[in-house]
Structure formats: C-alpha cells, structure tokens
C-alpha cells in the first residue's frame, strides 16, 4: 500500500520460504509488484493491530487462506530439511477455534489447536522466524525419532 | 418416509454403533420416531441409487455430514476396543475429492483418498460392516505396532 521503498530490509530463513510459497500462488502475476515485505505485511500483526480485529464470528477468509499458506510452507520447510513429504491438515470448527496437523507417513509431526485465528499472525518478522524455527525442529525431532511411522 | 416397519432386521455390529452415532446428534428427538433402519437407509447406496446421483460440483452438505459421521463412529469403535481417544480430520478439496485422516495420539491410524464422495455409501448394510470392521481391525494393528506414537 505505502510507497516508500519496503525492498531494503533483508528477509531471511523462514520468512524467505513464506515469501515464496505465497508467489507459487501468484498465478496470474498479480502481485509482481509487489516487494516481498509488501506481501509479508499481513502476517505481521503487532499488539496494536491485534487489538483492532474483533474475534467475533468465523475468521474471514484471507486471514484462513494465510493460515494454509504459513502452515504449507512450514511442510515444505521440513520437508526440505529430511527429505519427506509432509503435508498440513486444518479442521476449523467454529469461532476461530480449530486443529492443524502437519502429517509425514502416518506421523502426526505437528498438531496445534487454534484459537482466536482472526488475530492470526506474528508480532514481528523475528518472532514469526523464531516460532517457524521451533516448529520445523520438533518436527524433525518427531520425525527422527520415529522414522518407520514417517516412513510408512 | 415408508410406513411399514422396518423395525424388524436386525441390526448388529458396527451399523448398530452407527445408528447411536447419528441419535447422539439428534439433540431435539426429530427422529425419535424414526425407526433404525430409516436412519441407516442413506447410508446404503445400491448400484441403481449409485448412478442417479451426479457427481457433478461439490457434495451436498448432507453427503458430507454423513461422511463425518460414519468417521466419527468409526473412531468410536475404535477407541471402544482399544481405550484411546480417536479422532477425525477431513480435507475436502473439490468436486467430491479430499482426505480423511484418524488420529490417535501423534499417530494416523487411517488415511484415506476420499474420491465421487456426492456417491458416498454402501451396497449393503453387510458391507457397511464388513468395511467399517476392516478399518477398525486396521487401525487397531496399527496403535498395537507403534503403541508409543498413539500414547504420545
């Protein structure tokens, strides 16, 4: 939205990856011009921001579609990590309250109850890496540490 | 909708666990009145019934109700026999494809490709039990082999 040049801050690890699992769906190249810090925006939601979105009713649907989207590439991450398919399930039952599960083989890797997922998002780009980070090595733990159910 | 009684087969094994699957749901006694077998006889699509039924868009919601509760009863089968908590995760993605997954613990006890689910169903009550007690048998070997994983 803001004219400024955004390009400049440098993004790293996780946030990389988001980026580009966000363009993978870019089909149309509508969002081209669009600078990387541009399209990470609304994954950043500070305490500020947070208190302005109401967690009444169910959570729109961009604000889902960002949640699919973190979650997919949190799969690929770890997939590029160990070398296995991993793939997200999300069960949103009512309210913004709900259940993601990242599946490889028969190994649950990740599951995560969700609550208040209007609010969705990271208070900055260090604490969305940080959180990513965390998430892809249990995971990997999980997953070394029982590889024939990853391997089934 | 018929006003003979159907009261008379019996019904035995799983569809029985079914049939009280889809009574617990019934929180304002609508089908109080609805003998057993009225209740099972959606589930039951013959090989006539199966070709009236477009597979055409997406599933209608009460195709996708009845999924969610054949697998909700399933995985209270499950978790009869064996004392662990089951439960469900679908992934509808479009036109009658998706996913379904039980999860017992950080293990999947079942993954299954759903496809044409708008013709979800079963030829017989003898095969809705048969399959359901291959799935349940299944599951069962699978918390038996991996047991840490289901207690995790």
Redesign the interface.
């Given at each position: 939205m803001s004219e400024t040049t955004l390009e400049k801050p440098v993004i790293e690890g996780f946030a990389k990856d988001l980026v580009a699992q966000i363009r993978a769906e870019d089909t149309h190249g509508s969002w081209d011009r669009k600078s990387d810090m541009e399209l990470l925006e609304p994954f950043i939601v500070d305490k500020e921001k947070r208190k302005l979105i109401p967690i009444i009713g169910d959570p729109d649907p961009d604000t889902l579609w960002r949640l699919e989207l973190y979650y997919g590439a949190l799969c690929l991450a770890i997939e590029k990590r160990c070398g296995k398919m991993v793939s997200p399930?999300?069960?949103m039952s009512h309210e913004g309250f709900g259940?993601m599960?990242l599946?490889c083989?028969?190994?649950?890797?990740l599951?995560k109850s969700l609550r208040d997922v209007h609010r969705f998002g990271f208070l900055s780009m260090e604490k969305l890496n940080a959180e990513a980070e965390k998430v892809i090595t249990s995971a990997i733990a999980?997953i070394e540490r029982?590889p024939?159910?990853a391997d089934y």
């Open positions: 399930m999300m069960k259940r599960v599946i083989g028969r190994l649950v890797v599951s999980m029982f024939e159910v």
